[in-house]
């Protein structure tokens, strides 16, 4: 069956360190992925979209990676901070258009001072 | 607007009772979603439009749910005697062809 997994338990880490999510992916050849973060009360917002010939995708203190043989994706957040803290999403096109993001439940990151 | 925008942002409603959701997304945005969110839950996919026409519905959860989208810009979602099983956020979201969503802040529907 299709499964896209994120780690359930919250990660905690402490302020400066690099915080590291995992989306691991089953029976499905995405397109493309993408990575969203989501604040409490409010709808998810877009951070970074990486696509299947990327290995490695950069912006500011974030780094997303794609493996297409592992079927992982992994999202690192580097020098963190505590408004970093919120849940990460990640969501993978399985048809190559965008008209239908296959949704992980997220992972939660608190960002301890 | 420059973002997405949703209405109401809260609804309480009696069970049995029929309630209107609306979107609004960004302009000149040919994809327009909706999805429904539980507490503590993932997102649950409801509908896609491309233009006014929903190539895909396969998401509304029974025949109460229903959605149209007018002059390829607002949305609305219609739920029929709802339930108590409804009650959840409900988010919109609207994206170029082939680009990232956009999302509305959501309307928490709370139904009796």
């Known amino acids: 069956s299709q499964k896209i997994e994120q780690n359930s338990e919250a990660l905690n880490i402490q302020e400066g360190k690099t915080a590291t999510l995992t989306c691991n992916y089953t029976n499905y050849s995405p397109a493309y992925l993408q990575w969203y973060r989501q604040d409490p009360g409010r709808g998810p917002v877009f951070l970074l979209l990486i696509r299947e010939n990327e290995k490695e995708k950069r912006k500011e203190r974030l780094k997303v990676t794609f493996d297409t043989t592992l079927k992982q994706s992994l999202f690192h957040i580097t020098a963190s901070q505590p408004a970093d803290s919120a849940t990460y999403l990640c969501a993978l096109d399985n048809a190559g258009n965008n008209r239908k993001l296959i949704w992980g439940l997220g992972t939660s990151l608190a960002v301890n001072p | ?112």
């Open chain 2, 1 to 112: 607007g420059a973002g997405v925008s949703q209405s109401p942002s809260n609804k309480v409603t009696e069970k049995g009772k029929d309630v209107e959701l609306r979107c609004d997304p960004i302009s000149g945005h040919t994809a327009l979603y909706w999805y429904r969110q539980s507490l503590g839950q993932g997102l649950e996919f409801l509908i896609y439009f491309q233009g006014n026409s929903a190539p895909d519905k396969s998401g509304l959860p029974s025949d109460r749910f229903s959605a149209e989208r007018t002059g390829g810009s607002v949305s609305t979602l219609t739920i029929q005697r709802t339930q108590q099983e409804d009650s959840a956020v409900y988010l919109c979201a609207s994206s170029p062809m082939g680009g990232n969503q956009f999302f509305g802040p959501g309307t928490r529907l709370t139904v009796l």
